[in-house]
């Protein structure tokens, strides 16, 4: 069940978290390739992709621009599947973000959803009715995707209302990871907060003081944090997501919302499956 406070729907600071891990680099946020300048200078793409019925209806209720920045000059960017749409995956290709809306029972769901992972698109954030995404069979996200469950009842409602909210916190970021040679110049030797696992540190070809930080300060300002967890190596346990999610939670005001999204879930298999984290981004206040 997805939860949010209308305030988010017109969020005017937020941030957003990006954390990759190797046990040969450590937790770092902000991979060099993403620094500061990149979401200064340019401006991130994102679509909604509807099927069926199911999307349609979703599709009609949300602004063309709902995924736009306000200086994009792209408006038409919700999108009603066609399995014959030429040009779909290039599209699909320059895309940061992309939102699937639909049902596994609507005629073409899976080959939207397969043409859309086999994009190199970044994040995939696929909607579907909790009817289909149950504990026992659930449906298994791809390696850059998330699953939003959301009540069958008010499915069109709460997914124009859940695109909207992580729109608009991917869209107005204030970034506050940075790559490590951007710190001195960014935030002044301002003190940040630096994570690492315990693994990834003893593995680490830097020294702790070389982690990426985060400037405690930009956090305490945010409506909100979108928080995506990501890794190419296994490296976290449940005790190290823990404690990084009681770290931001410390760094934030008591009614800062955060939203988690995992990137890669195949390696937190081993973790409980009702720990939510493998399954879809989680939206409150509390971890």
């Keep these: 069940m997805i939860s949010r406070r209308n305030f988010i729907k017109n969020v005017s600071l937020c941030s957003?978290?990006?954390?990759?891990?190797?046990?040969?680099?450590g937790l770092t946020y902000i991979t060099p390739e993403y620094g500061i300048n990149k979401y200064e200078t340019s401006l991130l793409h994102l679509c909604v992709i509807n099927?069926?019925?199911?999307?349609?209806?979703?599709?009609?209720?949300?602004?063309?621009?709902?995924?736009?920045?306000?200086?994009?000059?792209?408006?038409n960017n919700v999108i009603q599947?066609?399995?014959?749409?030429?040009?779909?995956?290039?599209?699909?290709?320059?895309?940061?973000?992309?939102?699937?809306?639909?049902?596994?029972?609507?005629?073409?769901?899976?080959?939207?959803?397969?043409?859309?992972?086999?994009?190199?698109?970044?994040?995939?954030?696929t909607l579907i009715p909790d009817e289909f995404n149950s504990f026992t069979s659930p449906l298994v996200p791809g390696s850059n995707e998330s699953i939003i469950t959301l009540p069958k009842d008010t499915f069109?409602?709460?997914?124009?209302?859940?695109?909207?909210?992580?729109?608009?916190?991917?869209?107005?970021?204030?970034?506050?990871?940075?790559?490590?040679?951007?710190?001195?110049?960014?935030?002044?030797?301002?003190?940040?907060?630096?994570?690492?696992?315990?693994?990834?540190?003893k593995n680490s070809v830097y020294d702790s003081q070389r982690l990426i930080q985060i400037n405690t300060p930009y956090i305490k300002r945010s409506d909100g944090c979108l928080f995506?967890?990501?890794?190419?190596?296994?490296?976290?346990t449940l005790q190290d997501i823990t404690d990084i999610s009681d770290t931001v939670h410390a760094?934030?005001?008591?009614?800062?919302?955060?939203?988690?999204?995992?990137?890669?879930n195949k390696h937190l298999k081993n973790l409980n499956n009702h720990f939510r984290l493998t399954v879809l981004p989680v939206i409150s206040n509390s971890f």
């Design 156 to 201: 069109t409602l709460s997914a124009t209302n859940v695109i909207i909210d992580i729109s608009s916190i991917i869209l107005f970021p204030i970034i506050v990871g940075i790559d490590y040679a951007d710190i001195k110049y960014v935030l002044q030797n301002t003190r940040g907060i630096a994570f690492s696992t315990e693994n990834s540190l």
């Design 251 to 264: 760094a934030c005001d008591d009614d800062t919302e955060i939203m988690w999204g995992v990137v890669d």
């Design 81 to 125: 599947f066609n399995p014959m749409q030429v040009g779909i995956s290039a599209f699909l290709d320059q895309m940061d973000a992309v939102f699937l809306v639909g049902s596994p029972t609507d005629k073409d769901f899976f080959i939207a959803r397969e043409v859309i992972l086999g994009s190199e698109s970044g994040l995939i954030i």
């Design 51 to 75: 099927v069926g019925e199911t999307g349609l209806q979703v599709g009609q209720r949300l602004p063309k621009d709902a995924c736009s920045s306000t200086s994009s000059n792209n408006s």
């Design 228 to 236: 995506i967890l990501s890794y190419t190596t296994m490296d976290f």
């Design 16 to 25: 957003l978290l990006l954390a990759t891990g190797n046990v040969t680099q």
